[in-house]
């Protein structure tokens, strides 16, 4: 499969992904629903249909890279303490962001929306929330960072330069988690990682970032 070949297939299987999550989104409405979404966390089937959902998608990246790590961009960073000091600058730039998006009067926040954070602590079901946050904090980094920093990236930069890619990667990421207010957050997120990934040469970075995010997320919920 050449270069062009496995750009539109993964550009189909980001739209693909893109749909499904926006058709999800659009399906479930009303304030009983929003709440029920975001104590998924405290559900094994959660963790269960995840782990399955983020295996197929995995399946369908590794096919489309063929097996290149190139690619996927499964390569040490030149530096690991100029990594360090770009992930930590990403860091701060995302947690402004969402500082600022946090004072425009939007219909639901974008933590929300996502459904990623659940609304009080419920010790009952520590044994779930301890296995999705597991599903969240290294899991979804992992594919999702292969898909969009790795694959996608990868792809893009062979037909244009570093800053398209880098906004087109953050906007695909945005439009893949299939929501709407949070958008604000998720394509500067995603955009932010790909800026990293460039910058070391390396998906690595952007994993433990991403990570990181979503976990800090996930405790800030439970313990606020």
Excluded: C
């Amino acid at each position: 499969m050449n270069e062009r070949r496995r750009l539109v297939a993964w550009t189909l299987l980001v739209l693909a992904i893109a749909a499904i999550n926006y058709a999800g989104r659009f399906a479930s409405t009303g304030h009983a629903s929003s709440n029920a979404r975001n104590n998924e966390v405290y559900s094994y089937s959660t963790f269960a249909g995840g782990l399955i959902v983020y295996a197929l998608w995995l399946v369908f990246v590794l096919a489309i890279a063929g097996g290149s790590r190139d690619l996927l961009a499964l390569r040490r960073p030149q530096s690991w303490k100029r990594g360090a000091r770009l992930a930590i600058g990403a860091i701060v730039a995302i947690y402004v962001l969402e500082a600022a998006v946090s004072f425009i009067p939007l219909p639901e926040s974008p933590g929300k929306e996502q459904g990623l954070t659940p609304t009080h602590w419920e010790p009952a079901h520590a044994g779930a929330f301890a296995a999705n946050v597991v599903l969240f904090t290294l899991v979804a980094p992992l594919v999702e960072e292969l898909t969009f920093r790795g694959l996608g990236q990868s792809l893009l930069l062979a037909f244009m330069g570093p800053w398209p890619s880098i906004l087109l990667v953050g906007l695909a990421f945005g439009l893949a988690h299939g929501l709407v207010e949070a958008l604000l957050v998720l394509v500067p997120f995603g955009a932010a990682l790909a800026w990293l990934r460039n910058r070391t040469d390396s998906v690595y970075p952007g994993m433990i970032v991403h990570g990181l995010f979503n976990g800090v997320a996930l405790a800030a919920a439970v313990l606020g």
